[in-house]
């Protein structure tokens, strides 16, 4: 078995930091979203006011966030790498967990053969012995059940960051989407000069994004209490590592 051994803590503290970088990762790419999908919409609103006065203005902004997301969307695989590495994180730290509780399954079964050989041999010592071994297969038993306790939450967390993946996914689709539309918007504007027309075609409200916002905020909560979980776990843990 690895001789490199880890505490429920050391996992603990590492997974609650690759937990808030995922979580950055899809904030960056919501706010990119909202923040430009908001400043279109007040773009729109103003269009109707004084078409002349904002021609020049429209133009200059919706060119800046057409540039945006194109931007974004020509680079979505490096968004997609970065938080799939960051996911691969997260299950590496599970199979620490799960080297650790190997280990302790094999030190276990360790105590029960010697148990047996006490058995076997008899003698002056051996029930002493005996009584030794099961106290100590007991406090690797209480330990058996934490690690277990842990890699149940990882298995929770990994539903909540594969849901993560597929909505920066459905981000980063809208975002490419958006940059199609916007883009032929600032042609027709360019070519006909009249931004109530050219912003009477976009779309108020961008598909799925208030149900998406939405799903985000509710697997945040979920995540964040896992992530306590883990520490409680972890806090409540009387383990030393359990060496080799």
Do not use: C
Request: no cysteine; charged share 30%; proline share 2%.
């Amino acid at each position: 078995s690895s001789s490199v051994t880890s505490s429920p803590e050391q996992l603990a503290m590492e997974t609650k930091q690759v937990v808030r970088d995922i979580r950055n990762e899809e904030q960056n790419v919501f706010n990119l979203l909202h923040d430009n999908v908001q400043k279109i919409n007040q773009l729109k609103g103003q269009a109707g006011n004084d078409p002349a006065k904002s021609l020049n203005e429209a133009v200059t902004q919706l060119e800046e966030v057409t540039a945006v997301f194109e931007d974004k969307a020509a680079h979505k695989e490096e968004v997609r790498k970065e938080i799939l590495q960051k996911v691969g994180k997260l299950h590496d730290l599970k199979s620490r967990a799960q080297d650790e509780l190997a280990k302790l399954q094999e030190k276990r079964s360790g105590f029960q053969q010697e148990i047996a050989k006490a058995n076997v041999e008899g003698g002056n010592h051996a029930e002493v012995k005996k009584k030794a071994l099961n106290q100590a297969i007991r406090y690797v038993d209480e330990q058996i059940r934490i690690w277990n306790k842990f890699i149940d939450t990882y298995t929770e967390m990994e539903t909540q960051i594969n849901a993560i993946n597929q909505r920066v996914d459905q981000f980063l689709a809208i975002i490419e989407a958006s940059a199609i539309v916007y883009r032929e918007a600032l042609n027709l504007l360019t070519l006909q000069r009249d931004v109530r027309q050219a912003f009477s075609l976009l779309s108020e409200d961008v598909p799925e994004m208030e149900r998406l916002s939405q799903e985000m905020e509710e697997s945040w909560k979920t995540l964040d209490k896992q992530v306590q979980e883990l520490l409680s776990i972890s806090e409540s843990s009387p383990l030393a590592p359990t060496g080799s």
